[in-house]
């Protein structure tokens, strides 16, 4: 009778007990200073490629970070070193990679030009594995010259539904878009014959450019403000068109006295069933240097009328998530 009561009230309590709550990466989700971080998913597997946080002379090696849930990230080391690029000389930060015909490109920016008597730009390298190593596809920059007011920096990769794939990059207040050839190895000509299309989206654009496309509808979202500053931020804008005309919707990512500040320049996670992450760089409260910068993630939403709403930064991250459901 007494065994039976104990197991009675074992078996209650066990049903009253609340459910465990899912693992959440918490933020920031990498350790160390890293920043502008590059996600990317490739297969099962989620992809954080970030630029290492050190002055410019410092900043000769990326780091690459993978993960099967968004909670447990591996370190790879060193997948792309300046000694594989023969013409950069400092400054490896802000990439984008991306996965085509079984090869991995990884964009980067070098050596941080002030204007076209100098070397350095936008530059690309390659893998057969997401963790490299990656070497220098061209042993040249892919664009080391200004356009339009654009200084070479800043890149992000988008490829249209049909195929074609455009780099929208940019810093000093101006951005362009470009064309790529489908091996990477240079641009083509846009429809309208131009090779540099300027696409900035209003005064207030700095850097950090972004483009993806959702029911039919060109997103652009960028940073604003200074990447040192408290006034660090994302805002976006809308077209029908990924050559624009783009018009400022407002800003969708910032600061939180309560949380982190100079939250930007930032990269997106778009799962199979629909989940949308973001993926940016912030400073934690109570850091002064500029270059102590951390990666975090956070979820983001839309409205019905396919606006993205204000993006709440937390401390306690995302929880778990698998691609596939696995």
């Known amino acids: 009778m007494a065994l039976a009561a104990v197991i009675s009230f074992g078996a209650l309590a066990a049903q009253a007990a609340p459910a ?8 920031p989700i990498l350790p160390g200073w890293y920043a502008d971080p ?4 490739f297969g099962d597997t989620y992809w954080i490629y ?3 946080s050190k002055p410019y002379a410092e900043q000769r090696y990326f780091d690459a970070f993978s993960s099967k849930d968004l909670v447990h990230w ?7 070193k300046i000694e594989a690029i023969t013409w950069a000389k400092e400054a490896l930060w802000a990439p984008s990679v991306v996965e085509s015909g079984g090869k991995y490109y990884f964009f980067f920016s070098a050596n ?9 730009g936008i530059g690309v390298a390659v893998a057969d594995k997401p963790e490299g190593p990656y070497r220098d596809l061209l042993g040249k920059p892919l664009i080391g010259t200004f356009h339009n007011g654009a200084q070479p920096i800043d890149q992000t990769l988008f490829q249209d539904d049909d195929g074609t794939w455009y780099m929208i990059y940019g810093g000093w207040k101006h951005a362009n878009i470009v064309k790529l050839k489908p091996d990477f190895t240079g641009i083509e000509p846009l429809p309208d014959g131009t090779l540099y ?5 209003a005064p207030e654009y700095v850097e950090g450019s972004l483009m993806f496309k959702r029911n039919g509808r060109y997103y652009y979202m960028w940073s604003e403000g200074g990447w040192g500053e408290p006034d660090y931020s994302v805002a976006y804008a809308i077209a029908e068109s990924p050559l624009g005309p783009f018009k400022r919707i407002g800003k969708v990512l910032q600061s939180d006295p309560k949380v ?4 930007g320049h930032h990269s997106l996670i778009r799962t199979p069933d629909d989940q949308w992450y973001i993926v940016y760089h912030r400073r934690p409260l109570g850091e002064t240097s500029r270059h102590h910068r951390a990666t975090a993630i956070d979820r983001m939403y839309f409205d019905d009328q396919g606006r993205i709403l204000p993006i709440q930064i937390t401390q306690e991250g995302v929880p778990e998530h698998r691609l596939g459901g696995r």
């Not at 590059?38 to 998913?41: C, H, Q, R, T």
């Open 260 to 263: 982190a500040t100079s939250a």
């Open 112 to 120: 941080d030009i002030k204007n076209d008597n100098e070397v350095g």
């Open 50 to 52: 970030p630029t290492t």
């Open 38 to 41: 590059e996600a990317a998913v």
């Open 197 to 201: 299309k300027e696409i900035t989206p």
């Open 20 to 27: 465990a709550k899912p693992a959440t990466s918490g933020n």
């Open 74 to 80: 591996e370190k790879h080391p060193s997948v792309l």
